[in-house]
């Protein structure tokens, strides 16, 4: 507890009057705190043969990333979170991933924040998200919703794309502990983007970031919140490459609760994508 207190007063003096942070972040400190409370007993206790002292439990998860940035504006907190995450996957032991950061794209003043789970091949050649194919059927979506990659703002949870062993252009799903790592960064870069609603592109994003134990098809087709954010859940654009046209209709029924939900303007063609195809 003594260390957190002086990280505190230290940034204080750097004239940095908020720290953002999580609900894991928010659970060790109560663990620290607790400990701390307890801590004259439990050295009396010691000495009482006939009553042993337990040993205390420890936290259920490491010690949490605390994030914070500076800068006057947006981008240049953002600019500074992204140089920060440069060194996250050493500094957290993270060997699993590989080592091409892949940020962000987009406008950070933008009222939708599209967030899918982590980079592909495509994204860490091009070094943005939703790159490739994938990116191509993206860019077809907002299109679609008279949208286009300047005016929303695009995220990865994990910004570093996973290894494999002899890899090439496959990928693989990013592990808890990676995703556990990457979350008090995207809750940070969120904070600072500020968005009025989140779309979670794909089932492993959207069941973290909803937080309960439903499959990612129970989640669909309703309103959640992350943060004080409207977030809605659907699939990660790469599903629909090769989707079903019922599939893709559903896909574009969570796009058109977005566009309701910012309040922006649907005309009757949009309402008919993918219907009678």
């Not at 109560?30 to 400990?35: A, D, G, H, I, V």
């Not at 206790?45 to 420890?58: G, M």
């Not at 240049?76 to 957290?92: F, G, H, I, V």
């Not at 499959?215 to 309703?222: E, K």
Request: proline share 8%.
């Amino acid at each position: 507890m003594d260390i957190v207190i002086d990280f505190l007063r230290e940034q204080q003096a750097r004239g940095i009057t908020h720290v953002d942070l999580d609900e894991p972040a928010r659970s060790f400190l109560n663990y620290l705190s607790k400990q701390k409370t307890i801590a004259p007993t439990a050295t009396a206790s010691v000495a009482t043969p006939s009553a042993p002292l337990a040993p205390a439990s420890p936290p259920a998860s490491p010690v949490p990333l605390i994030m914070q940035t500076q800068g006057s504006s947006k981008a240049e907190r953002l600019a500074d979170l992204r140089r920060q995450l440069t060194a996250l996957p050493s500094s957290r032991g993270l060997t699993q991933l590989r080592q091409t950061l892949v940020f962000s794209q987009g406008n950070p003043d933008s009222p939708v924040v599209f967030i899918g789970e982590s980079p592909t091949h495509h994204d860490e050649q091009q070094g943005h998200p939703f790159a490739g194919a994938v990116g191509e059927k993206f860019d077809a979506i907002l299109k679609a919703m008279n949208l286009s990659r300047a005016e929303v703002y695009l995220t990865h949870l994990v910004k570093f794309r996973p290894a494999t062993k002899n890899q090439t252009t496959n990928n693989r799903a990013p592990t808890a502990e990676e995703i556990d790592a990457f979350l008090p960064a995207l809750a940070h870069e969120i904070n600072i983007v500020a968005p009025r609603v989140i779309v979670t592109l794909g089932s492993i994003t959207s069941t973290r970031l909803c937080a309960n134990d439903q499959p990612a098809d129970a989640l669909r087709g309703h309103w959640h919140a992350w943060n004080g954010i409207d977030l809605r859940t659907t699939d990660a654009p790469s599903f629909l490459l090769t989707a079903a046209m019922n599939k893709k209709r559903k896909f574009w029924e969570d796009m058109l609760a977005v566009l309701e939900k910012l309040g922006l303007p649907i005309s009757e063609k949009q309402r008919g994508y993918f219907l009678n195809s």
